[in-house]
């Protein structure tokens, strides 16, 4: 069964950090494009972030840029997504999802595109 799982979420205050995970089960994500979406109570889901199966090529939202970093460690079949200087309105749900075919950098934080979701991990900023 393919699985993947979501976790690092949590309280923090504005401008900490955070590290999410995504780490999956049933597969191998090598094969895998990996996308990081949130969604905020009353909003659409967004795409945050995204990394190709190399882990060569990243796209982040204009809204994170310069702030969040994804990457991946295939070894330990897991993507990261680490949280810097966060914001209240970065407060969401932040869900990790997989797609398996190749994937244009430019369209990867559209999440109609990803095949497998996981639960995700709520990501709280308050002071």
């Known amino acids: 069964q393919l699985q993947l799982v979501e976790s690092g979420g949590g309280l923090v205050q504005p401008g900490g950090s955070l590290r999410l995970s995504c780490a999956a089960s049933g597969f191998t994500l090598d094969y895998y494009a990996i996308g990081w979406f949130r969604q905020a109570p009353g909003k659409e889901r967004e795409g945050v972030s995204c990394?190709?199966?190399?882990?060569?090529?990243?796209n982040y939202a204009d809204s994170v840029k310069g702030r969040f970093t994804i990457s991946r460690d295939n070894a330990k079949n897991t993507v990261y997504l680490q949280m810097n200087s966060l914001k209240p309105e970065d407060t969401a749900i932040y869900y990790c999802a997989a797609r398996s075919a190749p994937i244009v950098q430019a369209m990867c934080l559209t999440a109609r595109r990803y095949d497998y979701w996981g639960q995700g991990t709520q990501v709280t900023g308050s002071s």
């Open positions: 990394i190709s199966r190399s882990g060569g090529s990243t």
